[in-house]
Each structure stands twice: as C-alpha cells, then as structure tokens.
C-alpha cells in the first residue's frame, strides 16, 4: 500500500489506537461486502463500536459469560487427555491412521506467548511438516498471519492436523450441537466463514516457503461440535470452497482501498478525540463526517455490524427503504425512497423511463389498497 | 459500551424516563414491571462501586476443602503423588482429580491442586531436597521449557518427565492401562466413578470398548481395555521412546538440577534456539 | 413478496404505525390457548433455562432450572413442564363425537409462543425428551418421553401451513399487520408490538427504541440477553451453586428463591405481551375458511392421542427418503390450499394475488349466460361465457380452471382467452361448474352483466402423491423392527450426559 493511502486512513483514524482485523471482522466482510462505510472504517483500524456509541447509537452485541464458558469447556473437552477425544473423531472423519497422533501445542514456546514468537515457530513447524519432515499431526492453536489491507493480522485457529496425505486441515471446534446429523446452518456458515480466513493465511504461509498451496490446505474444514444434547464430540466435513473464494476477493477488494480513499473530501476523520485524551468531539460534528461516506444499511446489519443502529437511523431519517430489507425493496427497482414510492403511487410524481413499468404495477396495487382502505375502514 | 459503570448508569436512566412515561399513562402494571427492572440495576451499581467489581459476589465461599473427609487425612499433595503414582505418566490436573475421586478417598479439587503447584517450586528452591519428592511440571523435549498443563513427580527419571510430540498419547495409553488395572484388581469392589472414569477413557481407544450388534455398549472389561491400549502402545511406543530419550541426553548435558525438574526459563531458551538456529 | 405487501409496508413506514394487511385472521384462536415462554441458556443445546405457562393471564405457572446445566434438574424441568402440558391436552380428550373413522375431538390444544425461537426450542425439547428410558440407570420420570412425543407432534404439526396447535404469536401478528420495519426486526415481539399498539403514552418511534433496549424489554426468548447473562444471571447461579455444594439448606433456599425472582422479572414483560396480543387478535374477525382447516387439526390430534394411547413409539430422528418426499410433498400442498384459502377468504389477500397476475377481478362486460354446445358424448350441455375487464396484469394461461368468491361454491369456470385492450385486460371465461342444464339453467350460475367479480386458479383437488409400496405402512403402523432410532444409541448418549457436564 502506498503512503498517502496510508497516511490518508491514519488520518481518518485519528488519535485512537489500530484495531486489527480479527478472523470475526475478517468473517463480517462476506456481509455486506459493498458498504464503502465498513471498508473505510475496518481499513482505517478505526474502533467502530466505540464510533457508534459516541455517535449516540451504542450496539447491542455483547457475548454472554454462559457462552463463552461452554465454548471454553467443550474445547477443552475435546483436547483433554492428550486429545483423545479429537483424536477418536478425527481417526473417524478424517481417516487419520493410528500412527497419527502426534501433537504440538503452538499456545507458546516456551512460556513466551507473544504473537510474532509464536508465528515464527508455528511457520517453522507448519513448513517443515508440509515439506514432509514433520513429526505431528495436531498443532494445537497455531498462529497465523494474513496481511489485510496492507496490514498483518495475525490468526488462531483451534487446531489444524496434518494428515499423511500431506494435506492441512482447519479443525473448528465449535460447541453448538450437531443434532441427529444436522447443526444449525447460521451457526455453522458463520463458523466456515471464520476457518476461510485460515485456510487463507495458512496458504499464504506455504506459498511464501514455495510449497503449492492449493494442494497444500484442503478447503474442506473439519466442524468438531457436540453430538446431540451431549458432550461427546462429533464432526462432520464442511465445504469451504465458495467461501473461501468469496473471501479471497473481499480481501482483494480491501487492497483497492485506494480508490475508495481518493474520493474522500480532504480532512475527513473519524477521531473522537482530535485534541487527545477524553472522547470530546462534538457529536455533531461525527455525524456530519460519517455522513459524508455511503453506508449500504441493511437489516442484517444489524447481526453482523457494530455501526447497525447509527446506519439504521440514519436510512430511517432519509426514509430510505434499505429499512425494510431487500424482499421489499426489489419490488420498487430504482426507487430508494418511501417518499418517492408514495410520491409515484399517489400519481404526485411522474415515474423516470426505466421506472414507468414499475410505476405502472405500484399505482395499480395502490388502488388495490385504496379499495380496500375504503372497505375496511375502521376495524382494527 | 466498555464501562460497565457507564452502562449501569444508562440502564438506570433509560429506566426511569420509561417509568415516567408508563405512570404518565397511568399503566401500574408495565411501570411497576420497569420498577423491578430499576431495582436490579441500581443494586448491581451499588455493588460495583462497593467492590469496583462486577457484581458477582461469592456470598458463600468457593468451596473449599471440607473439614472432616471419610477419614483420610493425607495432605494434597500426596493425593496428587498417589494419583499420579497410579498413571504412572504425566497428568492434567483434571485427570488427577478424576483418578483421585475414582480410586482414593479425601477431598482434591483442581483449584487446590494448581496452588499447590506454586508451592512446590518455592519449597524446592528455599531447601532444596528436603522432601522426598516434589511436584513438577512435565519438560518440552525441545526447548526443555516447563510444560505447566501437565503434572509429574521428580523421582521419577527425565525420560519420564519429558513431553515429545508422541508422548500425550503414549501418556495416556498407558495410564488408561493403570487405570485399567486398578478397576481390574478391585473387582467387584471397583466404584462407579472408577467404572465411569476407565469407560470414558477407554471409549477414546479402538476396540477397547465391545459395541453389541444393535450399537450397546456394555461395561468396559479391564482386561480388553488393557489389551486394546497396549495393541496401540507398540505402534508408537519405540518412536516415543527415542526422542524422550535424546531430550533426556540434552537436559542432562545443558541444564543444571533445579532446571531438570522445574524446565529452562525463557532466556535460556532462546540461547537454545540461538545456539540450535 | 407482492407489490402490494411491499407497498403495505411503504405506507407503515410513511405513517409511522402498523397496517393491515388482511380483513381476517386467518388462525383460530383457542378460547384458553396455552402460552408457554421457553427460556434457554445461551451456549447450551437444549437447556432449558425456565418456562412461563399458564392458560390464562393470571394464571401463570414459572418453572426454573437452577443450573441448567445439570441434567438432573433439566430433566426434572422437563417433567414439571411435561406435567403441565400434558395435563392441558389431555383436557381437549373429552368430547368425542362421529363414528368410526370420522370419530374426533370436538376441541383441540393450542400453544401459542412468542416467535419461532420458541417452536425451535420446544422442538429442541422434545427431541431430548422423547427417547428417554424410564428405567434403568439414566431413568427420567414416566412423562418425559410421553411429553417430548407430544411435542415433537405439535412442532411437525406447525410446520404445515394453515394449522394452529402451535403457533408463534409474532407470525400470527405478521399475517394481519404489516410493520414499517423488517421482517427480521417483525421477528421481535416488543417491537412488533411498538408498531402495532405502542403502550400508552409511548410513540411508535419511543416505543421501537424501548423495544430493542434489553432494559425496557428484555427479550422474549428462547435466549436472553448477554447483559442480563453477565450482571444477574450468572452471579445468582454461582451463589445457588455454592449453597448446594455446600449443603447449606438455607441458603439453597435464598439462592433459589432469588434465582426465581429474578427470571420472573425477566419473562413477566413478554407475558404481559403474549396476552395483550391475544386480545388484540381476538378483535380480528375469524376467517371463514379456518374452522374448516381447524377441523384437520382436531382429525390430527384425535388420530394422535389414539396412537398415544396404544403405546406408539417415538417419532422418528430422521425421515426416510421416501418419509421426507412424502412429507414435502403434503407441506406443498397444505401451502397451496392454505394460500388460496385465505385469497377466497379475504379481498385483502386476494388483491396481493391480484397484484401479481395471479388471480383478476372486474366488471362483467359481455355475458351469454344460454350458451349450449354440444359435449364429447353428444349430449347438449350448458356452457355460459362471460367476458370481464380487468385493470389487473393477468398472467394466466387459456384453459386454467377457477374458483370465484364471490359466487356459490359450485361455481367453476376455465380461462378462454385474455386479450389486453387499451389500458386493460378482457378475459372471457366458461362456466363449466353449477350453472344447471340447458333445460333448468341455475338463476344466480353466471355473473350478471355488470356485475363485480373475481377469480382465482382452483387449487384443485389433487390424488395423494404416489409413493413406493416398501414404505406404504403408515408411520403410525410401524412395528418395532422397522424403527431402528428408537435408538439403542441412546443409551450410549444417557452415559455420555452421565459423565458429560462434569466441569
Ligand atoms: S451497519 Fe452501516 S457501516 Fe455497518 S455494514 Fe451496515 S451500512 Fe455499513
């Protein structure tokens, strides 16, 4: 990335310190991808839920305790006893033969977790293993790294195993259930999403050390869950491919943050606190450069992104119908406003060529309604 | 919203510009309902000021040791040696307090078992081999660092005490086979929760387990279960073997007492990965 | 979604309040529905955290698991609420009446919910109760499996169109209101509610915004919300932990007293709502057509209970193939019937279809109501055409049969032809369907000239899919043998719960 981008996104940034991309944020870039708001903020390291709160629109995500403790447990579950339990499923699913059993815990070496230590001794590992020089087949947590946007991210996946077939594979362990076969499809996209940006990194990796990294990582991830409604793990293969594809050219459109930059009004910035210390920007004066960016709200925003409520308020008050989601709003091709579909349905304004036919089937369901107005007046 | 003071303090006035509008409306039921509301929160602001701490106050202490246990009266730490005497491995205190409960009488919790840890270690250093034994953390075979998840006892020899990449499993073969022994030799004796411990083991292991035609399990047989962990022992056992025995070599050579049973601290290790790179 | 939905929307959005989007409901509403609220602990498949259940507003029963992640106390949840709802359909099995194979309850149960998360955590339920063993080490007590039987009957029942033994009270609001705000967002009861009847003294705006804040209205469930995990349920749970661990009865009692304080103040606000929609639903006229489709349902219940009582084994974990093409084939078939239905029912309805070119309406502009030609077999039938202009963009072809209701059920006429002209469409249609004979034409037969009418394609009545013969014995016939799930893996799942929330 070239340096007036770069300084350009700073900028924007201001005084608060970089957030790097996680694999949660890299997993947020596959919804909705066009929003040039997101880019710039997610591009910029910018804090988004800390924008969104100054802004008056506090998001609502939180993650309960009870989760995060089932999570916690079940992987460790999964991993006790030398991983007996993984090694069962995994011998199961992946076919590993018993020889395979070989284990590295990657969580630190020797005591010292820092994230660029860790990396290079994952590398060294994972390259040595791949070159077929290895001695394991489980890396417990290895850490991993993907340039994003001109910046390293640095990624850690549950496990990834190695098997004699010299292929990699990414091993989430998730603690949602498997039931009688099947696990609950949102949960389960959301969790392939998170092992593409892996499997990305892990390609990176072996590319950079000459080691053909298609043949290397195998787009199948390895989903180890619950089985039933109990605690005995299970897994099942998901296919990652088209995710993986998907987010490959999110990420490639990450690195054409230029040309989102270059139209950016000079001295923009999204700091809260331009003179230091306190959060003190007017809130006005956010908002007016927030605004000055396209937002592409939609109501799945509201699952996916810290900024849903600000961006939501804001299409409320320009009475834009991204409000009521993409069902409703193909039905009115080319019109973007409740106002203007009023406008066009009450004859008040005259449909543009390519809207005439779309005005025709509005005017015509609005003397529908009219009718019925007419005729149920009252009740309810 | 980072604060929790900050969202408490919200909460608490979002609530009661609601109750304002519900009683203006003169709707008892929903204001009384948002009353019950304010009530928690203003009680969870004023623990957070009393402690500075999220309210979750342990009104009754984490439970600890009970007084008086089924009349064993061993300290700790000779449970953990007992239990890890009967693996014969090292040992995730996870697995010592289940073999503990399984086979031995006396209370071991894992929270006590992790202070005890620290303990050692200083015990070691301020007079070094005044106990008969101490508790240590098993050695990575390369950076001969201390592998702290895992518990061994510094009788036993290095070969032992060492971790390479085969010797989890290898590990927990063969204390599933100690475990296994134990049930055998107590029979009829043997407790549920020692039955429940080797079948939870063992189900891990091929065919250790005999699944009936319709998919049964039944009770594990000690003696099948010695057999099937053993079958997969020989596949790993001699590779096993060999790198335990060349990190063995190597911490001989390079470390010095205290670092054999405690592991190298980190500047040694780098010294290591600098001399090896 | 329609252009007339759509645009329902629109004008919700614009006015800022709900609007209606049918004349009627379209769902019987129970004289004393079952309102059950399943709470869930979030990260736990299948744990039940507490249930609200009561057949009317002042009559609510709380149940709550203190450590829902003990499974003993999940299960002897599971029997309380089994109990309760048990209890409640039984009381539908009194009135009986018809002979033989048309023998039925005159009444059936209804469980009503707040939103699908409910019907997918009863379904959760009901698929960890209904293959419990009440004997040997891992026994639970007699009406666990009864009850997760009867509720994986009434989960598989909702699946089908048009029926109402279980319903989600949101999706009940959803067919008769349309809110200026997402579907997703319709998902939530509260803010559901804030458009349709905001609590008094509130705007829509004020009351969208309360509705969202955990606060004012904490969720109606099945999970609730990371706040109220974090600050008062986890730390209640701890102390009521500690007491038990500690074998201190009193305090036991306090922490559980608490606990139950606590999720009542939690689940109160969506039980207020649940009735307040109610009553709001209650003030919608019922559809014609729902007693009809509310007929099915008791031929449904009474066909269940008598499998219950002759000790009918569990429902299967997974269809068959040919189970599942079975099964997909009725649920399609129940939505046609349902959506045309509601269509012949409601003008409302039928004006969405009417958007779309799926159904016409208009006035008669030519009419020769004595047309007779001469059948296949020679014989001189009657054959009326009448020719209707429309406004409306028909899309269907020459040759569709239709219904009208605005005409007597016998009436049934076929498309001839539908030519545009000008602005508008002139469809000639043949009345093939109670006009009378040549000799005895029926008097109200054919639309008059001038005369308002609409019609719509005829669902028709379609001969049950044929399936192969292997799989032919209906579900409720099939001996011991042929259900493998019933499961001797189970067994292998009691133990592995035995051990399993050992942390
Ligand atoms: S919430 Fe706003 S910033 Fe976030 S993705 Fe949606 S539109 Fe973009």
Same mark, same amino acid.
Request: some cysteine; glycine content about 6%; hydrophobic content about 40%.
């Given at each position: 990335?070239?340096?007036?981008?770069?300084?350009?996104?700073?900028?924007?940034?201001?005084?608060?310190?970089?957030?790097?991309?996680?694999?949660?944020?890299?997993?947020?870039?596959?919804?909705?991808?066009?929003?040039?708001?997101?880019?710039?903020? $997610?591009?910029?390291?910018?804090?988004?839920?800390?924008?969104?709160?100054?802004?008056?629109?506090?998001?609502?995500?939180?993650?309960?305790?009870?989760?995060?403790?089932?999570?916690?447990?079940?992987?460790?579950?999964?991993?006790?006893?030398?991983?007996?339990?993984?090694?069962?499923?995994?011998?199961?699913?992946?076919?590993?033969?018993?020889?395979?059993?070989?284990?590295?815990?990657?969580?630190?070496?020797?005591?010292?977790?820092?994230?660029?230590?860790?990396?290079?001794?994952?590398?060294?590992?994972?390259?040595?293993?791949?070159?077929?020089?290895?001695?394991?087949?489980?890396?417990?947590?290895?850490?991993?790294?993907?340039?994003?946007?001109?910046?390293?991210?640095?990624?850690?996946?549950?496990?990834?195993?190695?098997?004699?077939?010299?292929?990699?594979?990414?091993?989430?362990?998730?603690?949602?259930?498997?039931?009688?076969?099947?696990?609950?499809?949102?949960?389960?996209?959301?969790?392939?999403?998170?092992?593409?940006?892996?499997?990305?990194?892990?390609?990176?990796?072996?590319?950079?050390?000459?080691? $053909?990294?298609?043949?290397?990582?195998?787009?199948?991830?390895?989903?180890?869950?619950?089985?039933?409604?109990?605690?005995?793990?299970?897994?099942?293969?998901?296919?990652?491919?088209?995710?993986?594809?998907?987010?490959?050219?999110?990420?490639?459109?990450?690195?054409?943050?230029?040309?989102?930059?270059?139209?950016?009004?000079?001295?923009?910035?999204?700091?809260?606190?331009?003179?230091?210390?306190?959060?003190?920007?007017?809130?006005?004066?956010?908002?007016?450069?927030?605004?000055?960016?396209?937002?592409?709200?939609?109501?799945?925003?509201?699952?996916?992104?810290?900024?849903?409520?600000?961006?939501?308020?804001?299409?409320?008050?320009?009475?834009?119908?991204?409000?009521?989601?993409?069902?409703?709003?193909?039905?009115?091709?080319?019109?973007?406003?409740?106002?203007?579909?009023?406008?066009?349905?009450?004859?008040?304004?005259?449909?543009?060529?390519?809207?005439?036919?779309?005005?025709?089937?509005?005017?015509?369901?609005?003397?529908?309604?009219?009718?019925?107005?007419?005729?149920?007046?009252?009740?309810? | 919203?980072?604060?929790?003071?900050?969202?408490?303090?919200?909460?608490?006035?979002?609530?009661?510009?609601?109750?304002?509008?519900?009683?203006?409306?003169?709707?008892?039921?929903?204001?009384?309902?948002?009353?019950?509301?304010?009530?928690?929160?203003?009680?969870?602001?004023?623990?957070?000021?009393?402690?500075?701490?999220?309210?979750?106050?342990?009104?009754?202490?984490?439970?600890?040791?009970?007084?008086?246990?089924?009349?064993?009266?061993?300290?700790?730490?000779?449970?953990?040696?007992?239990?890890?005497? *009967?693996?014969?491995?090292?040992?995730?205190?996870?697995?010592?307090?289940?073999?503990?409960?399984?086979?031995?009488?006396?209370?071991?919790?894992?929270?006590?078992?992790?202070? *005890?840890?620290?303990?050692?270690?200083?015990?070691?250093?301020?007079?070094?081999?005044?106990?008969?034994?101490?508790?240590?953390?098993?050695?990575?075979?390369?950076?001969?660092?201390?592998?702290?998840?895992?518990?061994?006892?510094?009788?036993?020899? *290095?070969?032992?005490?060492?971790?390479?990449?085969?010797?989890?499993?290898?590990?927990?073969?063969?204390?599933?086979?100690?475990?296994?022994?134990?049930?055998?030799?107590?029979?009829?004796?043997?407790?549920?929760?020692?039955?429940?411990?080797?079948?939870?083991?063992?189900?891990?292991?091929?065919?250790?387990?005999?699944?009936?035609?319709?998919?049964?399990?039944? /009770?594990?047989?000690?003696?099948?279960?010695?057999?099937?962990?053993? /079958?997969?022992?020989?596949?790993?056992?001699?590779?096993?073997?060999?790198?335990?025995?060349?990190?063995?070599?190597?911490?001989?050579?390079?470390?010095?007492?205290?670092?054999?049973?405690?592991?190298?601290?980190?500047?040694?290790?780098?010294?290591?990965?600098?001399?090896? /790179? | 979604?329609?252009?007339?939905?759509?645009?329902?929307?629109?004008?919700?959005?614009?006015?800022?309040?709900?609007?209606?989007?049918?004349?009627?409901?379209?769902?019987?509403?129970?004289?004393?529905?079952?309102?059950?609220?399943?709470?869930?602990?979030?990260?736990?498949?299948?744990?039940?955290?507490?249930?609200?259940?009561?057949?009317?507003?002042?009559?609510?029963?709380?149940?709550?698991?203190?450590?829902?992640?003990?499974?003993?106390?999940?299960?002897?949840?599971?029997?309380?609420?089994?109990?309760?709802?048990?209890?409640?359909?039984?009381?539908?099995?009194?009135?009986?009446?018809?002979?033989?194979?048309?023998?039925?309850?005159?009444?059936?149960?209804?469980?009503?919910?707040?939103?699908?998360?409910?019907?997918?955590?009863?379904?959760?339920?009901?698929?960890?109760?209904?293959?419990?063993?009440?004997?040997?080490?891992?026994?639970?007590?007699?009406?666990?499996?009864?009850?997760?039987?009867?509720?994986?009957?009434?989960?598989?029942?909702?699946?089908?169109?048009?029926?109402?033994?279980?319903?989600?009270?949101?999706?009940?609001?959803?067919?008769?209101?349309?809110?200026?705000?997402?579907?997703?967002?319709?998902?939530?009861?509260?803010?559901?509610?804030?458009?349709?009847?905001?609590?008094?003294?509130?705007?829509?705006?004020?009351?969208?915004?309360?509705?969202?804040?955990?606060?004012?209205?904490?969720?109606?469930?099945?999970?609730?919300?990371?706040?109220?995990?974090?600050?008062?349920?986890?730390?209640?749970?701890?102390?009521?932990?500690?007491?038990?661990?500690?074998?201190?009865?009193?305090?036991?009692?306090?922490?559980?007293?608490?606990?139950?304080?606590?999720?009542?103040?939690?689940?109160?606000?969506?039980?207020?709502?649940? =009735?307040?929609?109610?009553?709001?639903?209650?003030?919608?006229?019922?559809?014609?057509?729902?007693?009809?489709?509310?007929?099915?349902?008791?031929?449904?219940?009474?066909?269940?209970?008598?499998?219950?009582?002759?000790?009918?084994?569990?429902?299967?974990?997974?269809?068959?193939?040919?189970?599942?093409?079975?099964?997909?084939?009725?649920?399609?078939?129940?939505?046609?019937?349902?959506?045309?239905?509601?269509?012949?029912?409601?003008?409302?309805?039928?004006?969405?279809?009417?958007?779309?070119?799926?159904?016409?309406?208009?006035?008669?502009?030519?009419?020769?109501?004595?047309?007779?030609?001469?059948?296949?077999?020679?014989?001189?039938?009657?054959?009326?055409?009448?020719?209707?202009?429309?406004?409306?963009?028909?899309?269907?072809?020459?040759?569709?049969?239709?219904?009208?209701?605005?005409?007597?059920?016998?009436?049934?006429?076929?498309?001839?032809?539908?030519?545009?002209?000008?602005?508008?469409?002139?469809?000639?249609?043949?009345?093939?369907?109670?006009?009378?004979?040549?000799?005895?034409?029926?008097?109200?037969?054919?639309?008059?000239?001038?005369?308002?009418?609409?019609?719509?394609?005829?669902?028709?009545?379609?001969?049950?899919?044929?399936?192969?013969?292997?799989?032919?014995?209906?579900?409720?016939?099939?001996?011991?043998?042929?259900?493998?799930?019933?499961?001797?893996?189970?067994?292998?799942?009691?133990?592995?719960?035995? =051990?399993?929330?050992?942390?």
């Amino acid at each position: 990335m070239n340096a007036p981008v770069d300084d350009r996104l700073t900028a924007l940034r201001g005084s608060a310190q970089r957030r790097a991309y996680n694999a949660r944020s890299l997993a947020a870039l596959e919804n909705n991808p066009r929003c040039t708001l997101r880019a710039l903020l $997610d591009a910029s390291g910018s804090d988004k839920a800390a924008i969104a709160e100054h802004a008056g629109y506090p998001s609502a995500f939180g993650q309960s305790t009870f989760a995060l403790a089932r999570g916690n447990a079940f992987e460790a579950l999964v991993k006790a006893n030398g991983y007996a339990e993984l090694l069962r499923v995994l011998r199961e699913t992946l076919g590993l033969t018993v020889p395979e059993v070989g284990n590295r815990d990657l969580n630190d070496v020797g005591g010292d977790s820092r994230q660029e230590i860790r990396h290079t001794h994952t590398t060294r590992l994972l390259v040595k293993a791949a070159q077929g020089s290895g001695d394991s087949t489980l890396y417990d947590h290895p850490m991993l790294r993907l340039t994003v946007g001109g910046y390293a991210v640095f990624l850690e996946p549950d496990l990834v195993a190695f098997r004699a077939d010299d292929r990699f594979y990414i091993v989430e362990i998730k603690s949602f259930p498997i039931i009688d076969g099947q696990a609950d499809p949102v949960q389960v996209k959301s969790a392939t999403t998170q092992a593409c940006a892996y499997v990305i990194a892990l390609r990176d990796m072996l590319r950079q050390a000459g080691i $053909d990294p298609e043949a290397a990582v195998s787009d199948q991830i390895v989903l180890v869950a619950p089985k039933d409604f109990t605690n005995r793990p299970t897994a099942a293969f998901v296919d990652a491919r088209k995710q993986v594809a998907a987010l490959t050219r999110q990420l490639a459109r990450l690195e054409r943050i230029k040309d989102l930059v270059e139209l950016l009004p000079e001295g923009l910035t999204f700091d809260l606190a331009p003179d230091g210390g306190q959060a003190q920007r007017p809130v006005e004066e956010l908002t007016d450069a927030l605004d000055q960016v396209d937002a592409t709200y939609r109501p799945d925003c509201l699952n996916h992104c810290e900024m849903a409520f600000y961006c939501r308020a804001r299409a409320r008050e320009d009475a834009s119908l991204d409000i009521l989601g993409p069902e409703a709003r193909e039905q009115f091709g080319g019109v973007d406003t409740a106002t203007m579909v009023m406008g066009l349905a009450r004859g008040e304004l005259t449909p543009t060529a390519d809207q005439s036919e779309m005005a025709i089937a509005l005017r015509h369901a609005a003397r529908l309604r009219a009718e019925l107005d007419q005729a149920y007046r009252g009740a309810a | 919203m980072t604060d929790p003071l900050d969202a408490l303090e919200k909460s608490i006035s979002t609530l009661r510009r609601a109750i304002r509008d519900a009683a203006t409306a003169g709707d008892t039921e929903r204001a009384g309902e948002l009353r019950a509301q304010l009530r928690r929160a203003e009680k969870a602001w004023d623990t957070l000021i009393d402690t500075g701490e999220p309210a979750t106050p342990p009104l009754w202490p984490e439970p600890q040791a009970a007084p008086v246990v089924h009349g064993s009266r061993l300290p700790a730490r000779e449970h953990v040696h007992r239990a890890l005497m *009967l693996l014969g491995t090292p040992a995730a205190p996870k697995l010592i307090v289940s073999v503990h409960e399984a086979f031995f009488s006396g209370e071991l919790s894992a929270s006590k078992l992790s202070s *005890l840890r620290r303990d050692e270690e200083r015990s070691y250093r301020s007079s070094p081999g005044a106990r008969p034994y101490y508790l240590c953390p098993a050695l990575a075979h390369d950076l001969l660092s201390p592998v702290r998840a895992l518990v061994t006892i510094s009788t036993w020899p *290095l070969e032992q005490r060492i971790i390479g990449p085969l010797s989890q499993r290898t590990d927990f073969l063969t204390g599933t086979v100690g475990v296994a022994q134990a049930v055998g030799s107590s029979g009829e004796a043997a407790t549920p929760a020692a039955v429940r411990l080797l079948w939870r083991l063992a189900a891990t292991i091929p065919d250790a387990i005999v699944r009936s035609a319709s998919g049964l399990e039944s /009770a594990p047989d000690p003696q099948r279960v010695i057999e099937a962990a053993q /079958a997969e022992l020989d596949v790993h056992t001699d590779a096993d073997r060999a790198t335990r025995a060349e990190a063995a070599r190597r911490a001989r050579k390079s470390l010095s007492d205290d670092q054999q049973l405690f592991g190298s601290q980190l500047h040694n290790v780098m010294r290591l990965q600098a001399q090896r /790179a | 979604m329609s252009m007339v939905s759509a645009l329902a929307r629109v004008q919700a959005m614009e006015s800022m309040t709900a609007v209606k989007v049918t004349a009627f409901r379209h769902r019987r509403l129970s004289d004393r529905p079952l309102v059950v609220i399943p709470l869930t602990m979030a990260g736990e498949a299948g744990a039940p955290l507490a249930a609200m259940v009561g057949s009317s507003k002042r009559n609510a029963t709380l149940l709550v698991v203190a450590q829902p992640r003990n499974r003993d106390q999940r299960f002897a949840f599971a029997a309380d609420l089994g109990e309760l709802v048990t209890e409640y359909l039984n009381s539908f099995r009194q009135d009986r009446r018809g002979e033989g194979e048309k023998s039925r309850y005159s009444d059936a149960p209804q469980l009503l919910v707040p939103n699908t998360g409910g019907i997918k955590a009863l379904a959760d339920l009901a698929r960890m109760c209904r293959f419990r063993s009440t004997t040997g080490p891992y026994a639970v007590a007699d009406v666990v499996p009864e009850f997760g039987m009867w509720l994986t009957f009434l989960v598989e029942r909702a699946e089908q169109a048009g029926t109402c033994l279980l319903l989600p009270v949101t999706g009940m609001l959803t067919e008769h209101w349309a809110t200026g705000q997402s579907t997703l967002e319709d998902q939530n009861l509260a803010s559901l509610m804030a458009w349709i009847s905001p609590p008094p003294g509130t705007d829509v705006a004020q009351a969208m915004a309360d509705a969202e804040s955990p606060d004012i209205c904490p969720p109606a469930g099945p999970t609730t919300s990371p706040q109220f995990d974090n600050r008062d349920l986890a730390p209640a749970i701890k102390r009521f932990d500690a007491a038990h661990t500690a074998g201190d009865t009193v305090a036991l009692a306090a922490a559980q007293a608490e606990l139950r304080e606590l999720i009542a103040e939690q689940i109160q606000p969506t039980w207020r709502l649940m =009735w307040d929609a109610i009553s709001l639903l209650r003030s919608v006229p019922e559809a014609p057509r729902a007693a009809a489709r509310f007929g099915r349902d008791c031929a449904a219940f009474t066909s269940y209970s008598d499998y219950r009582d002759g000790g009918g084994l569990p429902q299967r974990k997974r269809d068959t193939a040919i189970g599942a093409a079975r099964r997909l084939d009725r649920l399609e078939q129940a939505l046609v019937d349902f959506e045309s239905d509601m269509a012949f029912d409601d003008p409302f309805v039928l004006a969405d279809r009417r958007s779309v070119g799926e159904a016409f309406a208009g006035t008669v502009v030519d009419a020769d109501p004595g047309r007779v030609v001469l059948s296949d077999s020679n014989r001189r039938v009657l054959r009326p055409r009448v020719t209707i202009r429309t406004d409306d963009p028909v899309r269907l072809a020459a040759g569709t049969k239709l219904v009208s209701p605005h005409m007597p059920d016998s009436h049934k006429a076929r498309i001839v032809s539908v030519l545009p002209e000008g602005g508008t469409m002139l469809v000639t249609v043949e009345v093939t369907g109670g006009m009378g004979t040549p000799r005895t034409p029926k008097a109200d037969g054919v639309p008059a000239l001038d005369r308002h009418i609409a019609y719509l394609p005829d669902p028709g009545w379609r001969p049950a899919a044929e399936f192969p013969a292997s799989d032919s014995t209906p579900w409720t016939h099939h001996s011991p043998a042929q259900v493998p799930d019933a499961d001797a893996t189970e067994s292998e799942n009691a133990a592995a719960e035995g =051990w399993g929330h050992d942390d």
